[in-house]
């Protein structure tokens, strides 16, 4: 299957603070790429996704950046909260087929 | 949850016993996913479907067969469960896009 790792599996960052997580795909042809939040007992939620024809997207409070020529993926969370304390999964997906999935990080948010 | 039922949520079942966890979905999504769900390992796909009767494998699908006769429903079967195959099991679904996740099914093979 593909690899799909990240560099950090825990974070800990104070509340208030920027978070940035990081994640490194090894398929060059993967073309569509996804953020989940997983909290504790529940399935994981789609947080903000970014083709492969962008470099950066926005949502609220949070940014995706891409670097293909790296393959890399980070997620930015400005402004940290407790709510945000959770494990958080990058995806990578070829021609909407299937998705590969990271191990995954979990972001502890200390107030 | 995106209209997305999960059946069981939990199981606790003999190793050898045949055990099928059920996933129906409201939405009319063409794509159905099957993932398990480990300790160090992320989610791991064991099988897909792209449709009605259309199936495929996942990373780990040694041990599991799957089952969609109707666009709505897909069925994880072990045919002899494992300890190995406990985990917690999620389901899927997507148009083509981002897949959105049912609230899983524990499953534990004693």
């Known amino acids: 299957g593909e690899s799909v790792g990240l560099h950090l599996p825990t974070l800990s960052v104070q509340e208030g603070d920027n978070s940035i997580i990081n994640c490194a795909y090894s398929?060059?042809?993967?073309?569509?790429f996804i953020w989940y939040k997983q909290e504790s007992g529940k399935g994981p939620q789609f947080i903000i996704d970014?083709?492969?024809?962008?470099d950066k997207r926005q949502g609220q409070r949070v940014t995706v950046l891409l670097n293909k020529t790296v393959k890399h993926l980070s997620l930015q969370i400005a402004a940290t909260q407790p709510g945000d304390s959770a494990v958080y999964f990058c995806?990578?997906?070829?021609?909407?087929?299937?998705?590969?999935f990271g191990s995954g990080t979990k972001l502890n948010v200390k107030p | 949850d995106a209209g997305i039922t999960q059946s069981p949520r939990h199981k606790v079942t003999e190793t050898g016993t045949p055990v099928t966890l059920r996933c129906h979905q409201t939405?009319?999504?063409?794509?159905m996913y099957w993932y398990r769900q480990d300790p160090g390992h992320g989610l791991r796909l064991i099988h897909y479907?792209?449709?009605?009767?259309?199936?495929d494998k996942g990373e780990v699908s040694d041990g599991y067969s799957v089952s969609r006769s109707k666009t709505e429903d897909f069925l994880l079967t072990l045919e002899s469960a494992t300890s190995s195959q406990t985990s917690v099991y999620f389901c899927?679904?997507?148009?083509?896009?981002?897949?959105?996740f049912g609230q899983g099914t524990r499953l534990t093979v004693v």
């Open positions: 899927a679904i997507s148009t083509g896009g981002e897949a959105f």
């Open positions: 398929n060059s042809a993967s073309d569509y």
């Open positions: 970014i083709r492969s024809n962008m």
């Open positions: 995806a990578e997906n070829e021609n909407f087929n299937k998705f590969y």
């Open positions: 939405e009319n999504h063409r794509y």
């Open positions: 479907s792209y449709g009605v009767k259309d199936t």
